[in-house]
């Protein structure tokens, strides 16, 4: 059988850095792999405590979700991000945001002739979403580029993956608006909101931003990053009522359900920032580590104010990202190319602070004597 679904598909980036992962692990000290944002610090024992208490779940769990993990979100939002006006069927957990991500248009209904926008730089995802269910994409910051054109969604990501950049308040603002004005449903990606170093996010459901309505608009979150729950695959959705409900609609008929114990968990991390904020002040100190070492070694980082990463270049007229991962491989150290999220990247890496302490310093010892 030929064809199907994966032919409509963009290849899968990181199968492009096979043969540099190799060369970095032939490094005499081993690899440093700052490629990927992956958790590597234990998971809180919060949730692991949490998850033990739930452990004895022999029935099916709900799509919707528990009420308490819902109302957990709820209570996190308006505690941590001045979020108002949130009930619990305006939340729904799912598992893992790239899960979400990938799946949104298709359960919304988009499809061919449908337009999906994206940022310029992104999370290769959004593109993969659209092209599942045949639908045209256009990767642009600007609303202006889009001319007459009505997208069905449109997708911003604030802190952003890769740049780390913060868009500001009165931008979110003009985007909700527009987004209104013309029916686009506005999905804001907020994985990373708790991931601030030089700059506030601030969330597209705060009510300086929508105006204290969540109509046509949702808020992407993950708990992977926050507090290091990747493996458990939590995350949630919230925002417009009805979307919320459509969703549901279609996921309880997919048999889409965030697993019982994860539900426990999910709510008990969240009532929970002691955890989150050691976990952040961990990764301050990691990225101060590498900027550092990264600046001595010639680069330049640009944007990088929140996330968990730093996106470094060596300036337009240097090396492309492709030359700079050939070059970092040689050293033990394994990056992504910024032509990973979109061709404005070609001369950037994206460089990760998730490591250990002990492989940051390890790559922060191999700049300096390059």
């Not at 979100?73 to 009930?87: E, I, K, S, Y």
């Amino acid at each position: 059988m030929t064809g199907g679904v994966s032919g409509r598909l963009p290849d899968f980036p990181w199968d492009k850095l096979t043969a540099f992962a190799e060369k970095a692990r032939s490094h005499p000290g081993g690899i440093v792999d700052l490629s990927v944002g992956t958790p590597v610090d234990p998971t809180p024992e919060v949730a692991q405590a949490a998850l033990r208490a739930a452990a004895d779940s022999p029935g099916y769990p709900l799509t919707v979700g528990l009420v308490e993990t819902r109302q957990a979100v709820v209570d996190w939002f308006a505690r941590v991000h001045g979020v108002t006006g949130l009930d619990v069927d305006q939340v729904l957990p799912v598992i893992g945001s790239k899960e979400l991500i990938g799946s949104m248009p298709l359960h919304l209904g988009i499809g061919p002739g449908d337009l999906v926008v994206y940022p310029e730089l992104a999370y290769p995802t959004y593109e993969v979403s659209a092209a599942l269910v045949g639908a045209r994409t256009m990767a642009t910051d600007s609303l202006t580029a889009l001319g007459p054109e009505t997208p069905r969604l449109l997708w911003i990501n604030s802190p952003s993956n890769p740049t780390g950049r913060v868009l500001p308040k009165e931008h979110l603002k003009k985007v909700v608006d527009w987004c209104r004005e013309r029916g686009v449903l506005l999905v804001s990606d907020e994985c990373y909101i708790e991931c601030c170093w030089d700059a506030e996010a601030v969330s597209v459901l705060h009510p300086d931003i929508c105006g204290g309505s969540h109509e046509g608009i949702l808020a992407v979150h993950s708990l992977s990053k926050r507090s290091n729950l990747a493996g458990y695959r939590c995350a949630f959705v919230a925002g417009d009522r009805q979307v919320i409900a459509e969703l549901l609609a279609v996921r309880k008929n997919l048999g889409l359900q965030m697993p019982g114990p994860q539900q426990k968990v999910l709510a008990a991390v969240l009532a929970d920032d002691a955890h989150s904020l050691e976990q952040h002040a961990r990764y301050a100190a990691r990225r101060a580590t590498l900027r550092a070492a990264l600046e001595g070694a010639g680069f330049t980082v640009d944007h990088s104010e929140a996330s968990l990463y730093l996106w470094a270049t060596r300036g337009p007229e240097g090396p492309d990202c492709w030359a700079t991962v050939a070059e970092l491989a040689d050293l033990g150290i394994l990056v992504a190319p910024g032509e990973f999220y979109g061709v404005a990247g070609s001369h950037h890496v994206r460089v990760a602070f998730t490591a250990t302490d002990e492989r940051v310093a390890a790559a922060a010892a191999r700049l300096a004597a390059r």
